[in-house]
């Protein structure tokens, strides 16, 4: 339900910003950044980069799981023999690594976002530029995520070839 008052909010102020200005007799561009994206070897490299930090953490979280399990199957093989005490320990042991295994998993997740993030920055930086340059090229008064928009008018301009032509796409 609140995903479906969210698009309905969009699409009124859409519609609200397309009458405005059509009114005014002002243009509208859209572009579909993702295209520019896939076709820009920041892109690529980006993906490369995330691709290995991700497999870092799946390397550490692996470890984690692993000693996780051999702890566990020397505590069960064992319990019976243990005293009270080492099998409080033990269990307290299996708990609190298991704990950090979640908080690890959280924390990769942030991380991972956060590094795309970072990793991301530049190459978006440097497509807003070409998109802002062709949007005053153009006289446009709006430009739009073309994956955003509901819908597309037919005078509405796409500018994704020329956003690609300013990045020597």
Known sequence: MKKLAKVLVLFVLALGISYGANAQ???????????????????????????AYY???QAQLQAMATEYQSKLR???ANEATMSNILRQSK???IMDLQSRIQEFQAGA???LAAKQEEL?????DKIKTAIDDVLKAKGLAYVFEKTVVLSIGDSAIDITADVKKKLGL
């Open 109 to 111: 997740e942030a991380d």
């Open 25 to 51: 007799g002002q243009k509208i561009g859209y572009v579909d950044s993702q295209a520019i994206i896939d076709m820009m070897p920041e892109g690529a490299k980006i993906q490369q980069d995330l691709q």
């Open 55 to 57: 497999s870092e953490l």
């Open 120 to 124: 991301s920055k530049p190459m978006l």
């Open 91 to 93: 269990e307290k042991e």
């Open 74 to 76: 020397d505590y069960q």
